[in-house]
């Protein structure tokens, strides 16, 4: 029997046949680390068993630019936000129009009831209905108490949705959502909303030389600097690999800037434990702020973060710049 299908590369093959060794023991690691299959963790598992396997260097060269196994998924996780808020205001409101037709039907009944008073066999007809209503009642009270608890499961859910595995922070989905809601609050009320933008620098280096095990101990670390430096009401999130966002509410740019330069100073003074003898490990980060104006969107103003950032990268690594307004001021180390 001859087989017309087009013959593929060799080369081709080649990297199909690792790519599939790839995502199958991906998977298996998942099963055996009995994680729960969120975009986070199967990107950072996948590109772990690259790097394990030594297939970086065919991966990386191949697909340009690198498809991160996440972005499969995120489109699902999308629709499963929208359905997940769509099952909670379902909730509410067959809760809410039932209570009421139960209620209107009720006073109806008693109403009827009063006008037949010498009518002895529709007034057993109407109490016959009223006990029904009143059974009708407790079954809706049941139900929706039974649906109240669906909605704290689906609730937590939601905020499953928008944590970021590995650090504990909200995630990059949670960011974009977050944004859009703190830039209307700051529009409508009219007060200031800044943005640090933080990247560790030379951190491929950690994990070449110390491993992903340190590499992923730095970052977690990092998470707890950045925690126990902001307030309550200003928001964490890991916007990816050594890259993360804060969002600080009621602030300007000015103190955007004296808050980073706070942030930079704590990260360089802390030193790593690793276990091994006579290492101590230290790192750097360069930091990006901006504020917002009344033109930008979520979009714009990372965009401007992310270049603020990429100036204090290009200009000699750990140290803070700001781009606000039309005005860009640099603290060096």
């Known amino acids: 029997m001859t087989d017309h299908a087009p013959q593929t590369?060799?080369?081709?093959?080649y990297l199909v046949e690792q790519v599939t060794k790839v995502v199958r023991n991906t998977l298996k690691n998942l099963v055996q680390k009995?994680?729960?299959?969120?975009?986070?963790?199967?990107?950072?598992?996948?590109?772990?068993?690259?790097?394990?396997?030594?297939?970086?260097e065919i991966?990386?060269?191949?697909?340009?630019?690198?498809?991160?196994?996440?972005?499969?998924?995120?489109e699902f996780l999308e629709q499963t936000d929208q359905i997940l808020?769509?099952?909670?205001?379902?909730?509410?409101?067959?809760?809410?129009?039932?209570?009421?037709?139960?209620?209107?039907?009720?006073?109806?009944?008693?109403s009827l009831e009063q006008k037949v008073q010498h009518d002895q066999e529709l007034k057993g007809e109407i109490k016959q209905l009223q006990e029904y209503n009143k059974a009708l009642s407790v079954h809706i009270a049941q139900a929706e108490k039974e649906l109240v608890e669906q909605a704290g499961f689906i609730k937590g859910l939601q905020k499953k949705l928008r944590i970021d595995h590995l650090t504990g922070l909200n995630n990059r989905r949670a960011l974009e959502t977050d944004l859009k809601k703190e830039i209307a609050k700051a529009m409508r009320y009219q007060f200031s909303l800044s943005i640090i933008m933080i990247d560790l620098d030379r951190f491929r280096e950690v994990n070449d030389s110390y491993g992903y095990r340190i590499g992923n101990n730095v970052l977690q670390k990092l998470a707890d600097i950045l925690r126990n430096a902001v307030r309550e009401v200003d928001g964490i999130?890991?916007?990816?690999?050594?890259?993360?966002?804060?969002?600080?509410?009621?602030?300007?740019?000015?103190?955007?800037?004296?808050?980073?330069?706070?942030l930079r100073k704590r990260v360089a003074r802390h030193v790593f434990t690793v276990k091994r003898k006579g290492h101590r490990l230290t790192v750097k980060?360069?930091?990006?702020?901006?504020?917002?104006?009344?033109?930008d969107t979520v979009d714009s103003l990372l965009i401007r973060t992310d270049r603020a950032l990429y100036k204090a990268k290009t200009s000699g690594r750990n140290r803070v710049v700001s781009l606000c307004s039309e005005n860009s001021q640099s603290n060096n180390t």
């Open 237 to 262: 999130y890991r916007y990816g690999g050594e890259n993360f966002v804060i969002l600080i509410p009621h602030t300007n740019c000015r103190d955007g800037m004296a808050l980073a330069e706070r």
């Open 9 to 13: 590369k060799k080369g081709e093959h």
């Open 34 to 56: 009995e994680l729960l299959p969120w975009p986070d963790i199967y990107s950072t598992e996948f590109w772990h068993v690259v790097h394990e396997n030594g297939y970086d």
């Open 285 to 295: 980060a360069s930091l990006g702020v901006t504020e917002l104006n009344l033109e």
């Open 85 to 110: 808020d769509g099952v909670k205001d379902t909730v509410s409101s067959f809760a809410s129009d039932a209570k009421e037709h139960v209620n209107s039907t009720s006073a109806g009944l008693k």
């Open 59 to 74: 991966i990386l060269k191949k697909i340009k630019p690198p498809i991160v196994p996440s972005q499969m998924v995120e």
